[in-house]
């Protein structure tokens, strides 16, 4: 009796583990798939004074 119990325990225990890592695992694979799917799709942020007037423009050199 204590061999079968310790097959089916043992044997739990595994199955639990093999499934705990397969969840951790698809959870990590969504947030990367969504993390890269948001860069995707997020718009490019304008530069900064792009369209400013040259300031060097209409200057006389020195």
Do not use: F, W
């Amino acid at each position: 009796m204590d061999d079968l119990l310790h097959k089916l325990v043992s044997g739990a225990l595994t199955a639990g583990l093999i499934a705990l890592v397969g969840a951790l695992s698809m959870a990590a694979r969504r947030r990367r798939a969504a993390r890269e799917e948001a860069a995707a799709q997020a718009p490019v942020p304008p530069q900064p004074n792009a369209a400013a007037p040259d300031p060097t423009r209409g200057r006389e050199p020195r």
